[in-house]
């Protein structure tokens, strides 16, 4: 069996990759703010590093996948932390953890968004995909929160899709999932916002399958793009989200 490494396996989707990956037979090592095998605050560069410094000790012999799912929610203030945990936090840990990867030629999977699709502040997208961490900042405290964390999944996208080639020349498979709404303890404050709430309804009832999903449902199209039966899947983006994206842009493929 393997050994995967994750970032937000606490909770919520990452809770549920994590449980899948254990039924399997693997073993997980858990990278969270608390409640983890290695706690580390990935908002800040000190958090960033001393998570890949003992992910590098723990997984020594290499790792058969990775997974950044760390992530916080458009209800987050200020808004700047949307950017630092779920763009620059994230890009930290995969390139942490990518010589791991390359040593057992696994794969590594990002959690993005079908909010990635849905609107963004091109300037906010920009910076970000620039690596000006503090302008980006400013940027994005300048925004509201959903601009904040769709521009954030975004640029994080974006990203996979440019750097999927030399991560696969060495040997490492790069992709992502782009979850739709999904019951999560993350979606919960945003459902109850007084300001997001009534939107969130009517989004859930316009999910062309008519049920939100679950972590579940994300953990097992995870799980399949980490696994070798998605060997030949390389810089892909897995919608996950009951058909809301095909719905929302139908003529754009």
């Known amino acids: 069996m393997g050994m995967y490494a994750m970032t937000g396996g606490a909770t919520g989707i990452g809770a549920a990759i994590k449980a899948q990956l254990l039924s399997e037979g693997h073993e997980v090592i858990v990278i969270d703010i608390k409640d983890a095998d290695i706690e580390a605050d990935l908002s800040s560069r000190e958090g960033r590093e001393l998570s890949n410094t003992e992910l590098a000790k723990r997984a020594e012999a290499g790792l058969d996948g990775f997974i950044a799912c760390a992530g916080v929610g458009s209800h987050i203030n200020p808004?700047?932390?949307?950017?630092?945990?779920?763009y620059f936090g994230a890009i930290a840990s995969i390139e942490g953890a990518r010589d791991l990867v390359a040593k057992k030629k696994g794969a590594m999977l990002i959690v993005s968004s079908t909010s990635a699709m849905l609107g963004h502040n091109a300037e906010l997208v920009a910076l970000l995909e620039q690596g000006d961490e503090t302008a980006a900042c400013e940027a994005a405290d300048a925004l509201d929160g959903h601009s904040a964390?769709?521009?954030?999944?975004?640029?994080?996208?974006?990203?996979?899709?440019?750097?999927?080639?030399?991560?696969?020349?060495?040997?490492v498979r790069l992709n992502a999932i782009a979850p739709g709404y999904t019951e999560t303890p993350l979606t919960a404050p945003i459902a109850n916002h007084p300001d997001y709430g009534a939107a969130i309804s009517q989004y859930k009832a316009s999910i062309p399958v008519g049920f939100a999903g679950t972590p579940e449902d994300q953990a097992s199209a995870a799980c399949f793009l980490l696994s070798p039966q998605a060997r030949y899947i390389c810089g892909s983006v897995l919608f996950v989200d009951g058909g809301s994206d095909a719905m929302a842009r139908r003529a754009e493929f």
């Not at 808004?79 to 779920?86: D, E, G, T, Y």
């Open 79 to 86: 808004p700047s932390l949307i950017a630092r945990i779920n």
């Open 149 to 171: 964390y769709a521009g954030g999944k975004l640029a994080l996208t974006r990203w996979m899709r440019l750097q999927c080639v030399e991560y696969a020349k060495n040997g």
